[in-house]
């Protein structure tokens, strides 16, 4: 008999359980089978990974190249180190790359903001080369800059030998580091995504049969509004692209997907399709919080004032699995006693996102506002009701 209670004791023990066991395994979605040696899809939205094959196996990164060398074109606009109407000459250097062009020669003076379409637009090898002479000075200090900024962004297994993409020894990148360069670029220059979304450009006097953007799905997704193909008989082809559709309740989402190494352009741009398309369904976005909502408030001591809002500039969305939205909880952490001086935009706590048992995302969080230190007697008064506390 009591071998037998003590199996039923187990069994209920097991049915209780079983929910919560349940819960805590909620099955992420499994993505389509994508015929691409390597591939990522990323939420910016919600900064979540979504999907991801050998995310960090080194490969060569063709003219996917070229966003690298639009970030620093960008950047260099906004020290106002050139202009967009400035004139680039043509050197014999750039005149003569291989590869796909924008058939501009050394007898031309082409405006930084036609060399960036043809760069972008048409992928121009020659173009591309002008740029970094014009920004670099040499296309060799300019491979070096490249260098610097991967280093800067955290894009810790790339390897930049050229500025156009075309085969060299060690010319490498991973799909993870040009996830991090893709949302960079988006987000510190978003006055020029304009250049990615362009489906058709031509420099007058080139020619009419070269006008049109390698990118595929410009002309078949209207949601989608870049980002840069790449291709060599190593990298095979390649394709980074973006698309933001718009959600209730939370706005729009923006995806960025990273195809690496598919048979044609037609197949980079069909498994890029289905990728962002599974993505969109798989994963349902929640907005948590607004742009600087305050996600908690808590005491500030020796300061000006007694508390500081906690939160994030732009809003706070989360991915999850279609169908369990009801299923997350937060948890809110900061230092136990946190001391004026605090700068707005200082981080201050952390935002835990679970679902069920499992965390999905952890936010940091920042000071919405300044808090200056409190004079001599605020500062007294404040450590003797930390030394009574």
């Not at 810790?156 to 085969?167: A, I, M, Q, R």
């Amino acid at each position: 008999m009591k071998p037998l209670l003590n199996t039923l004791r187990s069994l209920a023990l097991a049915a209780a359980l079983a929910p919560v066991a349940l819960l805590a395994q909620i099955p992420t979605p499994q993505p389509p089978e994508i015929a691409a040696r390597n591939y990522m899809l990323v939420d910016v939205t919600s900064n979540q990974v979504l999907a991801a094959k050998d995310v960090d196996a080194q490969i060569e990164q063709a003219s996917l190249t070229k966003l690298m060398t639009a970030y620093l074109v960008f950047d260099a606009l906004r020290a106002k180190k050139i202009t967009l109407q400035q004139k680039l000459p043509v050197s014999e250097r750039a005149w003569k790359m291989p590869g796909s062009r924008m058939f501009i020669d050394p007898k031309m003076q082409v405006p930084v903001d036609d060399l960036l379409k043809g760069m972008i637009i048409q992928s121009g090898n020659d173009a591309t080369m002008a740029l970094a002479e014009g920004v670099g000075g040499t296309a060799e200090n300019f491979v070096r800059l490249m260098n610097e900024q991967a280093k800067a962004l955290g894009m810790n297994n790339t390897s930049y030998k050229n500025p156009e993409g075309l085969t060299e020894p060690g010319h490498l990148t991973t799909a993870r580091d040009l996830s991090i360069l893709a949302t960079r670029l988006m987000g510190d220059f978003p006055e020029h995504l304009h250049y990615y979304s362009t489906k058709q450009y031509r420099y007058e006097g080139t020619p009419a049969s070269n006008s049109n953007n390698r990118n595929l799905l410009l002309f078949r997704d209207p949601t989608v509004d870049g980002l840069k193909t790449g291709h060599t008989n190593a990298a095979g082809y390649c394709l980074v692209a973006t698309a933001k559709r718009d959600f209730p309740n939370v706005g729009q989402r923006r995806f960025v997907s990273i195809v690496l190494g598919t048979s044609s352009e037609n197949a980079r741009a069909n498994e890029s399709q289905k990728l962002l398309n599974w993505g969109y369904t798989a994963y349902d976005a929640v907005k948590l919080f607004d742009a600087n909502q305050a996600v908690a408030t808590p005491t500030v001591w020796k300061g000006t004032s007694n508390s500081v809002k906690m939160g994030r500039p732009e809003g706070i969305v989360v991915a999850v699995p279609s169908g369990n939205s009801g299923k997350i909880s937060t948890q809110i952490s900061h230092q136990d006693r946190l001391m004026a001086p605090l700068s707005k935009g200082q981080e201050v706590g952390t935002l835990k996102v679970l679902l069920g048992e499992q965390t999905v995302r952890e936010v940091p969080l920042l000071a919405l506002d300044g808090v200056e230190q409190a004079g001599v007697l605020g500062r007294a008064w404040d450590a003797i009701r930390l030394w009574i506390k």
